[in-house]
């Protein structure tokens, strides 16, 4: 039994079967890529996964509960953490505020009417937040106005803001899209590590084979809203299926 | 000190200095002399002032941290003063029960609109805000009567059954509001020269008041509540994403928010106990929104700024009749002197309006962060003449940061 069980989940969109069928196993401490190419539905899987979308059919278990019927805020408090596509993150805030939020949500839930404490009084949560700006390198920007950041540091903020929650699986979709190759060198150091030291099993989406290849130990080929196969790195770069719906089309 | 850091703690002392020493302050001018209509030290004004500062500062942490914009929140400014009268008329003339029931009941009247009012965002919650203030405003008219008074408002009788205290006082008239016998209308008058201060028991109540409400206010803005509440109005999705139910968060800013304006409605009614629908009209809703956006909406002291400048101009720039226009520039040859009476008159007296619609358009134009960013600018121009005569520093880039209009 893996840590995620999605089972025979389909997704209409009007006409279009975006997702049909899927079937997905992740392992508790591993990293599990989902590659395809443009709109095979990837993306809507992970929205299906965080609570945005509730598929037609079909179930999804995270830990032994079902996550379907529950709502965002319920499913990250579970321990779900995801990276957006594009970088969701507190644009009107500073980085460090960016950065305590997430550690607030952890210690307090999803609610609390803490009015009187002061933000930056929190010694233990500062510290934490601190590290992690340390962690992926953006410690001299702590006081930036996140919103005037580059998209790299955008994105590099969103996965410090999700990874200092300690999620038990970490959905990322495309984590170093609009990055440079350097920034992307790093995150894969940086993910590697994470997943080693704190046990956080993650699910990636990622068109960079790159970053695929170096930090996935399973793989999954998602086409037109349905996998095509499942198997190890190894396996996936020579088979012929994926050549022809993946890789062949990347390659011309 | 207080738990605020050295610089809310000293904006703090400036508000709390100014405030306590208002009575000079907005006196500035000696008694009689022509200049003195421009004073604006007298007790009546300088309570409104304040109240108006605080229905601003609860308004701001609803609309400044959140960005919701509630239309309709001077519903809970009346309803405040409704039940502060009530407990009047039913229990004592100690203005401390009043006050106290006023926040609660405005807060469990807020509680059900804003339940209702923020399933939805953006301007259809400004408009089921608005829909509701305009109900209560023409059910108090109406059918709610009894417990309004309707037309004529509520006020006091001689024959209240008050519980403590009595219904008439000894020489037949209606008792008179105060605080553990400290009469709300007592007054101090200190004359100096040509100058006469006046200082207001009434007044220093809500002053006192509204030092605790703006103390409370910075240590939301500076608390973990605030900061989600600042998240609600950066990024929804990233909060629902990481674990934070926003719903709640912006219910509680609405009903403290509500509190506030119930507290200024409980203040008002200590001060003068008549309670009138009128309290609860659309444009008394749009006014507090003027004056938070005048000041500076999420700023601090921005919207206690924005109220002393709206109220001020409402109560001086009204007075001005086309009399002392005459009087101000009989200096002048006669034509030019009517043909300037006539060029000033649209925008004073009755016309304040006009002016304060121009200031409103010049500040959201020019000024987006309101009076506290003209503030800032200002300082800012000072700085960078106090560091000029440094010289550039070798170490620094010598290109400045490029300013970008925010
Ligand atoms: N909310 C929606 N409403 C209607 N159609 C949608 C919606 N979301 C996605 N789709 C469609 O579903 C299909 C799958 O989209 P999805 O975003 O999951 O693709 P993807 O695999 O993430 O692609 P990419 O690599 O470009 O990010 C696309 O055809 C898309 O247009
Ligand atoms: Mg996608």
Redesign the pocket.
Known sequence: MGILEVKGVNKR?GG?Q?LGDVNLSVEENTVHAII?P???????LLNVLVGKLIPDTGSVMFDGQSVLGRSPHEINQMGISRVF?TPEIFGDLTVMENVMIPCFARRDGSFRLHAFETVFNEKALVEQAEQILIDVNMIDKRDMHAASMSRGDKRRLEMAMCLVQEPRLLLLDEPTAGMARADTNNTIELLKEINEKRDITMAIIE?DMHVVFSLAERITVLAQGTPLVEDTPENIKGHPKVQEAYLGQAHG | MLGLNKKDFSLLLIVALLTMLAPFILNPFPEGSELAQFNAGYPDLMQRFVIFGIFAIGFNILFGLTGYLSFGHAAFLGVGSYAGVWMMKLLTMNVIPAILVSVIVAGLFSILIGYISLRRSGIYFSILTLAFAQMSFALAYSVLTPLTGGETGLQLSLNDPRIIGTSVTESGSIPVTHLFGLEMRDSFELEMGAWLFTFNAGYYVCAVVLLVAFYIAIRIFRSPFGMMLRAVKSNQQRMKYTGLNPKPYTLAAFVISGMYAGLAGGLMVSMDPLAGAERMFWTASGEVVLMTILGGAGTLIGPILGAGMIKYMENILSKINSTILHEWFAFMPDGIEDLLVTLVYPFIGKGWHLTLGIIFMLVVIFLPGGLVEGGQRIARLFRRKKEEPKGPDPEHHPKPAPHVAE
């Open positions: 969109f279009l975006a395809g443009n709109g095979a539905g990837k993306s809507t596509q068109h």
